[in-house]
């Protein structure tokens, strides 16, 4: 599967580093990944609770790092069938903490997947829009066989450099845009739909979330 290792390294604190890696070890499986954290964390405290201390989140990602369990499992086949693929990308100031959100469907609307990561602490809008699509496709083919992938997405630069004009983005983006390419090519056939504004993307709040973890420093 492409990871974010496999992307173009883009600038975290040490403390969204750590929360990164059990997001990587959760398959990105945000909501299993921060409720491990959570747990570690002694008392009341959690990733996003301001009273925790560093040192606390520190030794709490220790421990759910070293443990042997981080199994997410999706008790669905989607073989034969579309699956949908909602993507966002959200920076805070753009640029600023950015992070990428990802929502796997099958065609009844039930989601299979919810995925987050942080993308960069001072990374564009942009950046985040491809990040979200490569990590959307990379678990979505690491998990299931469909038949079709419909993707839905806002970014129209996104859909003009990697669908319809097909044009080389530039320097900034040109090893993303690979990297979803090289994603799309395994996929037997895919399509997208641009979402409008008011359109509803459940990949939004994923992103956001993302984007917190982007904004969480220093805790080296």
Known sequence: MTAARDLPSESLSPLAERVERVLAAYDYEVSAAIDAIDAAVPGVGGLFEPGTEPAELRAAI??????????????????????????????????GPAGAGAVVQDEAGESLLRLARPVGSRTDNNTAEYAALALGLARLLAQFEPARIEVRIDSRTVIRSVWEERADPGAQFREYRAAVVALLERAPDDDWRHLAD?????????????????????GG
Request: cysteine-free; proline content about 7%; glycine content about 10%.
């Open 62 to 95: 220790e421990r759910v790092l070293s443990a042997d369990d981080h199994e997410t499992r999706v008790d669905r086949d989607l073989a034969g069938e579309t699956a949908i693929l909602y993507v966002d990308g959200s920076s805070r100031g753009n640029p």
């Open 198 to 218: 008011s359109d509803p993307n459940p990949a939004d709040a994923l992103a956001t979330v993302g984007a917190d973890i982007a904004a969480l420093g220093p």
